[in-house]
């Protein structure tokens, strides 16, 4: 009941929302998409032992030819044959509202939500609930060296999304040239809409906590000519106990150095003050020449996996990988695009050396593409992609045509193909896809878009779990449009659009 | 409650489209008048002053070009050739943040003239000299994070935003967020970096990405915990799919490339825990590593800073006590 009243008031909102305001700025931007799409995935089964027998590749199969597992003294033997096709269908709208201009200067309010479902039964598309998620809402004051928010907002960094019921302050000193800012409230969950305590994200009953957590950060950030940065230091304090036990505290900082204009240097890192380690870090060096013709990087960067410490999942020693990478994108004529990009990387030691599984320490990626603008409404584009790892090993293309027909209609054909072996199962799946994409732009402030694409997919096994050409069309469609103050200019990028206060001045 | 929330998405569709302002004319910007050629060297003797051809300029409705008129004072056809040219409209740049009349008021030679440029040798607005004056350290257009909407209404792409700056922009936009502000407001980060599903329209993920997206999660090419909860978003799509397990299901052999895999899959685990987790509970562990020891390299220095900021998790395994912390 609650649901429908808040989804009610969603629609009669918008209905508001869409009907002409008085206040100086407000600018609305509404994102529904729709997906229609289908899956196998797999459903544990059993037979009896007696049932079974042995093949000659010297394991266990049943009777109608599916490879089983036996365990010793058990009365049935275990496996997962493919399941039914499931096919979801996804239906959600993005609400992104802003207004300013309430007779104080510098003062907005903003606020991005989102109301859907997945119209299949049972529900299959993941994070479908609740069917109304608000990601953010908030009052914001700014001026020349002030900016105050209060509400829901996030906060990103390297630290990742962080989500906070909560208010922030930005203090800008020295023309701006020294940020100092610090923030506070109740925590969201990593990556959610939701609080740590919402069952919907704990699908598979773990320990959860029972009261959300406070969120405590702040740092600095400075701009001299040429070197710029921010660090930031963020404490999660554990809502529930007494002894103020923390859910994380971590500290980050991120640079860009520009010697020279051509020269970028950028970098970064992260150290986990809750488990003192360090966790992600990379180094990047780029160069671009003037004239357009080359622009190549080259960066080495480390991953380590974070875990908040509510969980126990630090206690298992997640490790590591350090990665060296380069890329190179030239344009040797006029229209012509050809990029490239390798890495190699190996994992830290995980002292498990165990004589019955083989695992990789290490791997590589690389992929090799092009493209062609030359001709005034053609657009073509490849790419291929290989990769070995641990878990990750895929080969695989990916082509494009795009028709640019009329400023306002485009149509892109492609197709691909993905080998996928895969390394703990024994599986390897292998699709082939097509498909037809049209973007409609039939004014500045509406787009649309809808995408069928055809699948083929085979999974290769040697028992009776394989599948061979199950064929499915999925299907993409997403509107957006833009409304209000200052969208009567064409042309114009959203980004610019939704500046406050930028078309008013 | 699922035809409720069409009927709603529907309504707000509806109410969007038949409620929004009128529609724009979907031409492009107006074109800048082209000005016949005016040598105001050769009229340096003549003209000291800009205003006495410019005096409207910065006055609300003020003339910017002088009567045609005017100029017939001398091109008479018989002091000077008649000269065939009338004062175009004035029309300013739709793409630029700019109109005489709201900036602060400075010399026409501080925009129109080059730096050591001879006397009445003006033009069009040299844009180095914007740059200087605004403080931007780069060259125009070649900016790796310039701000551009100072001036521009649609900002002309950086130079740094080509090749594959969409991967590798992260850092660059966390050092320094004021940049990327003078074109883009904090929510357009959650155009990808959303805490929800992506959206086809945003084209974050590429076609066939259910397919592939085991490859990239297991080699962390892209932080997928960054946008997705892995409990909301991977294990609520996995037990869907038959793949979560909340039952000891690592001995049910899903894992059948390799027999002993429930025995020998630590190295596995270390490297690659985040994706164990989208499918496992801390309940399918705990299970065995309540009696195995599951800590691994670094874990005394490791142990000592979680036992001092929240043991909570220690005790699941260790429930008389943590050793060395004086309980057990």
């Known amino acids: 009941m609650r649901r429908c009243f808040v989804l009610g008031a969603f629609a009669i909102g918008g209905l508001i929302m869409a009907s002409p305001l008085h206040g100086q700025g407000w600018q609305v931007r509404l994102d529904t998409w729709y997906m229609s799409y289908a899956y196998r995935g797999y459903q544990l089964d059993s037979v009896p032992v007696s049932d079974v027998t042995q093949a000659s590749s010297g394991g266990f199969e049943s009777s109608d030819g599916f490879a089983v597992k036996c365990v010793p003294g ?72 002030l900016t105050v928010l209060g509400g829901r907002f996030h906060e990103s960094s390297r630290l990742n999304y962080t989500g906070v019921d909560g208010a922030k302050i930005d203090l800008f000193l020295f023309k701006r040239g020294l940020e100092l800012f610090g923030y506070g409230g109740w925590g969201m969950a990593m990556g959610a809409p939701l609080p740590v305590t919402s069952p919907n994200i704990n699908p598979l009953d773990q320990f959860q906590p029972q009261k959300r957590q406070y969120v405590l950060g702040g740092g600095l950030g400075w701009q001299l ?71 190549t990087s080259i960066g080495w960067r480390r991953y380590r996996p974070f875990f908040p410490l509510w969980t126990i ?54 992929t090799l593409g092009g493209g062609y603008v030359g001709l005034a409404k053609w657009r073509f584009d490849f790419d291929y992609h290989a990769e070995k790892s641990i878990g990750a ?88 449009l833009y409304f209000g103050s200052g969208m009567d200019t064409p042309s114009l990028h959203p980004a610019i659009l939704r500046v406050p206060n930028r078309r008013s001045e | ?58 006055q609300p409705g ?12 001398c091109h008479n056809g018989t002091m000077q050739p008649r000269v065939d040219w009338t004062p175009p409209a004035y029309a300013p740049n739709p793409n630029l943040n700019f109109t005489h009349e709201s900036h602060p008021p400075v010399d026409c030679t501080s925009c129109h003239q080059a730096p050591g440029a001879a006397a009445m040798d003006v033009g069009r607005p040299v844009v180095e000299q914007c740059l200087a004056c605004h403080g931007i350290d780069a060259g125009h257009k070649d900016a790796p994070a310039s701000p551009c909407a100072t001036c521009h209404v649609q900002a002309p792409m950086p130079g740094s935003h080509s090749g594959d700056f969409a991967e590798r922009h ?116 705990v299970r065995c590593h309540f009696n195995a020891n599951p800590h691994g390299p670094g874990w005394d220095k490791t142990a000592d800073a979680i036992a001092s900021r929240n043991p909570t998790a220690c005790s699941v395994c260790h429930v008389g006590g943590i050793p060395g912390s004086g309980g057990g």
């Open chain 1, 74 to 145: 058990a009365a049935f033997c275990t496996y997962f044959p493919p399941s039914e096709a499931q096919r979801g269908n996804p239906l959600w709208s993005t609400l992104e509202a802003s207004l300013w201009g309430l007779g104080i200067q510098g003062l907005s309010f903003r606020m991005k939500g989102r109301v859907g479902t997945d119209l299949s039964s049972p529900t299959v598309w993941p994070a479908s609930e609740p069917t109304v998620q608000l990601t953010e809402a908030y009052a914001e004051y700014k001026n020349n060296w």
């Open chain 1, 225 to 295: 000519s040429g070197f710029q940065g921010r660090a930031i230091y963020q404490r999660e304090i554990d809502g529930n106990s007494d002894q103020n036990y923390l859910f994380s505290e971590r500290a980050a900082a991120d640079l860009m150095w520009r010697p020279v204009r051509q020269i970028t240097l950028t970098g970064g890192a992260e150290y986990n003050i809750g488990i003192k380690q360090w966790g992600t870090a990379d180094v990047t060096v780029s160069y671009a020449t003037p004239n357009r013709f080359l622009s």
């Open chain 1, 313 to 366: 999942w630090e206690a298992f020693s997640p490790v590591g990988y350090d990665g060296a990478w380069a890329s190179l994108h030239v344009w040797p004529a006029r229209g012509w695009e050809l990029r490239g990009k390798a890495e190699v990387f190996g994992f830290d030691e995980t002292e498990t050396a165990s004589p019955n599984v083989t695992v990789a320490n290490d791997g590589w990626r690389w």
């Open chain 1, 393 to 480: 090993s895929a080969t695989g293309w990916y082509a494009a045509i795009t028709w640019d027909a009329m400023r306002k209609l485009m149509l892109t054909g492609s197709g691909g193909r993905l080998i996928r072996p895969l390394e703990y199962r024994y599986n390897d799946a292998n699709t082939w896809n097509a498909g037809l994409r049209i973007d409609w732009r039939p004014l500045p402030d509406i787009r649309g878009m809808i995408e069928a694409r055809y699948y083929i997919e085979d999974r290769n096994r040697p028992d009776a779990a394989a599948i061979n050409n199950w064929e499915q069309v999925r299907i993409n469609a997403g509107l957006t």
């Open chain 2, 1 to 58: 409650m699922k035809a409720l929330i069409t009927l709603a998405i529907a309504a707000v569709f509806s109410a969007a489209v038949g409620t929004g302002p009128a529609p724009a004319p979907a031409d492009g910007p107006a074109v800048q008048p082209q000005v016949q050629e005016f040598s105001h060297t050769a009229h340096a003797a003549l003209f000291n002053s800009c205003s006495m051809c410019h005096s409207g300029v910065g």
């Open chain 2, 62 to 73: 003020g003339s910017y070009y002088p009567d045609a008129s005017f100029c017939a004072t």
């Open chain 2, 170 to 285: 992260g850092v660059e936009a966390a050092s320094n967020p004021e940049a990327c502000a003078s074109c883009h407001v904090r929510t357009d980060c959650l155009d990808c970096h959303r805490p929800s599903a992506a959206s086809p329209s945003s084209g974050y993920h590429p076609a066939d990405f259910l397919t592939s997206h085991p490859v990239q999660a297991y080699a962390r090419m892209a932080d997928c915990s960054s946008c997705h909860n892995i409990g909301q978003y991977c294990q609520d799509c996995h037990v869907g799919a038959g793949l979560a397990s909340s039952d000891n299901r690592m001995g049910d052999g899903y894992h059948d490339a390799n027999a002993a895999f429930a025995t020998g899959h630590g190295q596995a685990a270390r490297q690659a825990l985040e994706s164990c987790v989208a499918c496992h509970n801390e309940g399918d562990c």
